[in-house]
């Protein structure tokens, strides 16, 4: 399986700033994606991360709050712009395996607090 | 959208105890994921199993496609296994794939 690294694991942040959050995988995966999970609550897809093009994003979700960049196949980031409380969540990013029907595999995940 | 229902949403169980957690979906899919996620957040893959049976220690999982459903067994539990459990289906769209979560079962193991 695939390592993934996010950081930062965790920060505490201002309303009205933004944070960028890192996703390092050890190997070239295809498909990246961009959860969130809002307290107490499932995970939401936020985005699919594309190599060399502009992220997709699920309904909801918008490029001008959270774009997402994908420079090569083992990295991209997620920005939380323009932060309120809401927004205190765990971001993860997951990145797929092996074929289009392969095991997807999650970093640990970066818990933002924001007040 | 496809629909991933979870039950039981909240389980307690005393230590050694056995259970049953089981996930329902409204569509066909072609991944099915049983993940725990610990206290500090971190989702760990349990079992990839789109669909029959699998084994990892003192658990299995149990998934029959044709049904709709996927069961996760717990056997002799512990308090390590406390935790959330979370199914997820992937479906394969030509607008791209997307993996559902259900809303999670929350296990408590105690001693």
């Known amino acids: 399986s695939a390592v993934i690294s996010q950081k930062p694991s965790r920060d505490i942040c201002q309303r009205g700033t933004s944070l960028t959050i890192q996703c390092q995988v050890d190997?070239?995966?295809?498909?990246m994606f961009w959860y969130r999970q809002q307290p107490g609550q499932s995970l939401t897809l936020i985005a699919t991360?594309?190599?060399?093009?502009?992220?997709?994003?699920e309904s909801g979700f918008v490029i001008d709050k959270f774009p997402i960049s994908r420079p090569n196949l083992t990295f991209s980031t997620l920005t939380v712009s323009n932060m309120s409380p809401e927004d205190s969540s765990i971001y993860l990013c997951?990145?797929?395996?092996?074929?289009?029907?392969?095991?997807?595999?999650f970093g640990e995940g970066s818990r933002l607090t924001v007040l | 959208g496809i629909q991933v229902e979870q039950s039981p949403p909240d389980l307690i169980l005393q230590e050694g105890a056995n259970s049953t957690l089981r996930c329902n979906f409204s569509?066909?899919?072609?991944?099915l994921q049983w993940f725990h996620q610990n206290p500090w957040g971190q989702l760990i893959n349990l079992f990839y199993?789109?669909?029959g049976t699998k084994q990892n220690g003192r658990l299995s999982a149990t998934t029959v496609a044709t049904e709709r459903y996927s069961l996760l067994y717990i056997s002799s539990s512990q308090t390590t296994d406390s935790g959330v459990y979370f199914c997820?289906?992937?479906?394969?769209?030509?607008?791209?794939?997307?993996?559902?979560f259900g809303g999670g079962t929350r296990v408590l193991v105690k001693p």
């Open positions: 997951s990145v797929g395996g092996r074929g289009i029907t392969g095991e997807l595999f």
């Open positions: 991360a594309n190599q060399g093009s502009e992220a997709t994003y």
């Open positions: 569509d066909s899919v072609n991944n």
């Open positions: 190997s070239q995966v295809t498909m």
């Open positions: 997820a289906v992937l479906m394969i769209k030509a607008a791209g794939n997307k993996l559902t």
């Open positions: 199993i789109p669909s």
